[in-house]
């Protein structure tokens, strides 16, 4: 029962370098998030999908791309890192809409990234 | 926009001292409440929740209560333990105003001593 996997967990990055952080879960749940944690920020949402080929941008979008080519996976890149984007970032989903929803998300563990 | 507001931390109490974290919120229609709970290195997790007015959500001797005439939702826990040291983050899900995404307090840290 593997729940929200992440990987990698540690990364560090130089300025300028592109990376993508690795989302999956086997709950077939459809909602899925990437958010990033900073100190005295709370998490702040980055990018969602409610679903296979449906993405949409959260609060903090720029700098980061997602795509949701599966249910399963969620992968958010880093297309040319800068050290605003040392951060600690969680995915997370649910079950959508309602029914089995219960509101409940579902985390990961976290990766951890630095760029010098 | 809605959002929820969290004491500042950090906290610092005695092994079985009463504790409270409060939480307020502001949102549209009927939104569903939680609180979740980060272990130090960890990710976080659901430490209880509540989906409408009224509701009271309980585990491992936390409870918060769903007032909707204060649109608060305190969390509370009557003799702590230093097993609670964490960070603690109230946040609201809102299908009809924030597309069902989770909204997050800043969190409260809490440390307890023995």
């Known amino acids: 029962n593997a729940g929200v996997t992440q990987t990698p967990k540690f990364q560090v990055l130089k300025t300028g370098q592109s990376m993508t952080l690795q989302c999956a879960q086997d709950?077939?749940?459809?909602?899925m998030s990437w958010y990033r944690q900073d100190p005295g920020m709370g998490l702040r949402l980055i990018h969602y999908?409610?679903?296979?080929?449906?993405?949409d941008q959260g609060e903090v979008p720029n700098g980061y791309n997602v795509s949701r080519s599966t249910t399963e996976d969620f992968p958010l890149r880093l297309l040319s890192a800068a050290p605003s984007q040392t951060s600690v970032y969680f995915c997370?989903?649910?079950?959508?809409?309602?029914?089995?929803?219960?509101?409940?998300?579902?985390f990961g563990e976290g990766s951890r990234l630095t760029v010098l | 926009g809605d959002s929820v507001t969290q004491m500042e931390g950090p906290v610092t109490l005695s092994e079985e001292a009463f504790l409270t974290i409060n939480c307020t919120y502001t949102?549209?229609?009927?939104?569903?409440l939680f609180w979740y709970v980060q272990y130090p290195g960890e990710g976080l997790q659901l430490l209880l929740k509540a989906t409408k007015a009224d509701d009271k959500g309980s585990n491992k001797g936390f409870e918060a209560t769903y007032r909707k005439e204060t649109t608060s939702f305190h969390l509370e826990k009557g003799s702590v333990q230093v097993s609670d040291s964490a960070v603690y983050f109230c946040?609201?899900?809102?299908?009809?105003?924030?597309?069902?995404?989770?909204?997050f307090g800043k969190g409260t840290k809490l440390s307890v001593k023995p």
């Open positions: 949102a549209t229609g009927y939104p569903s």
């Open positions: 999908s409610v679903g296979a080929g449906i993405t």
């Open positions: 997370a989903s649910s079950y959508g809409g309602t029914g089995k929803n219960t509101g409940e998300l579902f």
């Open positions: 709950m077939n749940h459809e909602y």
């Open positions: 946040a609201l899900r809102n299908y009809g105003g924030s597309q069902g995404n989770l909204i």
